[in-house]
């Protein structure tokens, strides 16, 4: 397996576990970060084994940023360039359900990779902002469009435009958020939805992932024209006769996960 620096990486049955882990910077996301985020999802999404990854932080920040002090010095044609923060766009592509559980600063970076995750579990201590303008920057991982679609124009705009960090309640209530959790009870909540996410069929809960994602991408009839194909591709599948036939007998599935 590859080793990795800023991150850690850990396996409990069928769920993985990917930790931030900069604690000097607040997990600040420099582009190595970046890079092993990446790298470590992707390779986990490989794994037929894998029935959902975990994306948290520390207690007190699941990031606070993309990395100031690394952003500092560039130019347009270092990030034009290199593409900066483009390789994020491959986490939002990753097939395998996700989980962010957010304990503590989700700001900037933070809030954006909270975002590209598809169940976004709170800690009653989380912070949630795009605080970019502070810097003099806009947001640049996808804030400005997936905040808006998370929680309206308004909220975005003043979010975006004073910087203000929001609470778990707000967010909640805004709707960027799926639930709060007590911060000593996150990991354990977030690895029990885990859990269960990766008792489901993997091609059927992909499926369902790639279904509700679509919501995002285009119109209504065109949405619901997606989901059609796919709810007639699962009867393919022996999980739907699995499934069904479970149900009918009264007794619990067994997923073969095809
Ligand atoms: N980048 C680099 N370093 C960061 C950082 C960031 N985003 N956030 C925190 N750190 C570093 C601090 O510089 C500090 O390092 P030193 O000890 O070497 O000084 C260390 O982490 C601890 O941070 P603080 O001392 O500031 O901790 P605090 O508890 O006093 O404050 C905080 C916490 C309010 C989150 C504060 O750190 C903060 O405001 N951070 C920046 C938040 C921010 O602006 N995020 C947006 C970044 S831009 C972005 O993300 C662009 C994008 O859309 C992709």
Redesign the pocket.
């Known amino acids: 397996p590859t080793t990795y620096e800023t991150i850690l990486l850990e396996r409990k049955g069928r769920v993985a576990v990917l930790t931030l882990n900069r604690p ?3 997990n ?3 582009l190595q970060v970046m890079t092993e985020v990446v790298a470590a999802a992707e390779e986990l999404d490989r794994d037929p084994e894998v029935g959902c990854i975990v994306l948290t932080g520390s207690a ?2 699941f ?9 500092r010095p560039q130019g347009y044609m270092d990030m034009y360039l290199s593409d900066w ?1 483009t390789a994020w766009d491959r986490l939002g592509q990753v097939r395998t359900p996700t989980v962010a559980a957010v304990s503590g ?1 989700a ?4 809030c ?1 990779l909270a975002m590209l995750c598809d169940i976004l579990l709170a800690a009653d201590t989380a ?1 949630f ?4 303008i ?2 003099g ?5 996808g ?1 400005s469009q997936r905040l808006t679609r998370a929680v309206g124009k308004a909220k975005a705009m003043e979010l975006c435009l004073t ?1 203000r ?1 929001m609470g778990a309640e707000e967010a909640e209530r805004a709707g960027l958020v799926s639930r709060i959790v007590p911060a000593a009870e996150l990991l354990a909540e977030a690895l029990s939805v885990a859990e269960t996410v990766a008792g489901m069929s993997k091609p059927v809960a992909m499926m369902t992932k790639e279904a509700v994602n679509r919501a995002f991408e285009t119109t209504l009839a065109e949405g619901v024209r997606f989901e059609r194909r796919l709810f007639h591709a699962v009867f393919a599948t022996a999980d739907q006769k699995e499934g069904m036939s479970a149900f009918v007998d009264k007794r619990p599935p067994h997923f073969i996960h095809g």
């Open positions: 000097e910077a607040l600040a996301l420099n007190k920040a990031a606070a940023g993309a990395d100031i002090k690394e952003m923060f600063y700001l900037g970076g933070g954006e912070k902002g795009q605080p970019e502070r810097l920057v806009i947001p640049g991982i804030g910087g960090t």
